[in-house]
């Protein structure tokens, strides 16, 4: 009987595909809803709602157009030539080479051709709901952020360094729940007759998500860092419950008991509906979720972790010279040649 709830549970939570009906997916040879292939979730549209929306969830054409056209600007603007008389400026942002390392994120998501103010979609507002009084602690691991927040540390050692910062994982891409970040917001899903694999090449994450009934009991111990994902086929949609997550994984600081189901319907050629449904009952009094489209991408790209990376490199040069007593604890210069 338990078992039969789960199952039902996430199906009464999400809305009806009532504009993708008149869609029928493709199969692949083993009879799966065809989903495989390189996906893009990148978009102006923000995960939380930005409180100047309320409770809107679709955007005007004058908003889209205010905002696409910004980002166009912008991108033109990142792309522009640099001239080789100019000179090295007085000041400069560490960042990529231009505009096509961070991705061409230019335009507003659309959920069945709406454009969307959230990928939230309830509560009301698009936004992650408000703690619970009693609630257990917001952690404060460098492991639990995904970039530096001041309750970890004064950022000056090896030691407050984040999670994706030490490419350990980066929870915003790989999920659950999958949410776009500035660049290279590319996934590359797989499927088999046992299993579906999502390969999200920042910081080289792949999630396998075996076509079971059951979670893994030693899940409960071992607690992965994308957690215990299970999935199943309903229609032509593909299902995945994930539990057990690990303790230092960042999701809004939620505990032990957080559940995350996820919907992949594929609605056009070049459209994949997600939707997800976040249940914890330790720090939310209700269930809250969402949905956004993927659509196809070129591929892909590499993501060469600390690359380059000297910050990272010369705070653990530090923080080894200190262990050593070569430099004072107190001291957080690296040392001239």
């Known amino acids: 009987m338990k078992a039969r709830l789960l199952l039902i549970a996430p199906v009464v939570a999400f809305a009806p595909l009532a504009f993708a009906q008149d869609y029928e997916p493709p199969r692949n040879t083993m ?23 309320g409770e809107r969830l679709v955007m005007t054409p004058e908003e889209v157009a205010q905002l696409e056209g910004g980002a166009d600007q912008r991108w033109e603007a990142a792309n522009a030539p640099t001239d080789p008389e100019e000179g090295a400026p007085e000041f400069a942002r560490v960042g990529g080479y231009n505009a096509y390392w ?26 992650v709901p408000p703690r ?6 917001q952690q404060t691991s460098p492991l639990q952020t995904i970039f530096f ?18 490419c350990i994982f980066w929870p915003s891409h790989a999920g659950a729940v999958m949410r776009a970040a500035a660049y290279n917001a590319n996934y590359q899903i797989t499927q088999g007759a046992d299993a579906v694999a999502i390969n999200i090449e920042t910081i080289h ?36 419950e994930t539990i057990n997550f690990h303790p230092d994984q960042y999701f809004y600081y939620a ?40 659509t196809t991408s070129d591929g892909v790209h590499e993501y060469a972790c600390h690359e380059g990376n000297y910050a990272l490199y010369n705070a653990l040069r530090i923080g080894r010279m200190q262990d050593a007593g070569v430099i004072s604890a107190d001291n957080t210069q690296a040392p001239r040649d």
């Open 31 to 53: 009879g799966q809803p065809d989903i495989s292939g390189a996906w893009t979730n990148e978009s102006l549209t923000r995960f939380e709602r930005s409180p100047r929306y």
């Open 102 to 127: 961070v991705g061409n994120n230019n335009r507003v998501g659309r959920v069945g051709g709406e454009p969307r103010t959230s990928h939230i979609t309830y509560p009301a507002d698009g936004r």
């Open 132 to 137: 619970k009084a009693d609630a257990p602690p």
């Open 149 to 166: 927040t001041a309750d970890v540390g004064d950022l000056e050692s090896h030691d407050t360094r984040s999670g994706a910062e030490r």
């Open 205 to 240: 994450d792949t999630r396998i998500i075996p076509l079971t009934r059951e979670h893994n009991p030693a899940s409960t111990v071992t607690r992965p860092w994308m957690g215990d994902s299970i999935g199943w086929y309903e229609d032509d949609t593909l299902v995945v």
């Open 255 to 294: 505990s032990e008991d957080l559940k995350v189901t996820e919907r992949f319907t594929r609605v056009a050629d070049d459209r994949l509906l997600y939707q997800f449904h976040v249940e914890d009952p330790q720090v939310w009094d209700e269930p809250w979720g969402g949905e956004y489209e993927f």
